[in-house]
């Protein structure tokens, strides 16, 4: 079993790892990535100090994967631009990774897919009222594409609904 280090932007009421906290977790053999990370604007997407915290939390992730060599697992939901800007400043194309449960458009997947990452599909993109996730896969290239459970959460259709599973994918 292997695992991934960091802190998930939804969190906010966790400790908050410094620079230092994740090189040393990142540093165990068993740790082969960097994340989830990112930013989550759906829940509180005018609070500033929030979008501060958030963004202040992903450049140090980023930051810690270059220097780990660890590859990232971002997480974004409706910060779009932000999340590009931050990525791009903070060249995580360095490092590269995976662009976990997405659910963005083409210009954000092609955004990523420049700065070397791989984009993960999730449950979601089998859901009918997803056009534009439709839309997105169908342009990712194969070869760049992930397929992801997401478990417990986002089964696949005909299992919408249930509690999902690695069988699902």
């Known amino acids: 079993i292997y695992g991934s280090v960091g ?12 620079l ?3 090189l040393s977790m990142l540093s165990h053999p068993k740790v082969i990535a ?13 609070e500033g100090n929030h979008l501060d915290w958030q963004r202040a939390r992903f450049r140090t992730h980023i930051q810690a994967a270059k220097q780990a060599r660890k590859p990232l697992i971002i997480h974004t939901r409706n910060a779009q631009a932000d999340t ?25 997947a092609q955004a990523a897919l420049d700065q070397g990452f791989y984009i993960s599909f999730s449950g979601i993109v089998s ?5 534009q996730l439709h839309e997105t896969a169908q342009y990712v290239p194969l070869e760049r594409m992930l397929i992801e459970t997401d478990a417990p959460y986002l089964a696949p259709v005909p299992h919408r609904g249930k509690q999902n599973e690695p069988a699902y994918v």
């Open 7 to 18: 802190t998930h932007p939804d969190y906010e009421d966790v400790h908050e790892p410094t």
């Open 20 to 22: 230092t906290e994740l």
């Open 34 to 46: 960097t994340g989830e990370t990112g930013l989550d604007y759906y829940h509180k997407p005018n």
């Open 84 to 108: 590009i800007a931050i990525m791009r400043e903070e060249n995580a194309g360095e490092i590269g990774g995976v662009m976990h449960c997405f659910t963005e458009d083409i210009s954000m």
């Open 127 to 131: 859901f009918k009222n997803a056009k």
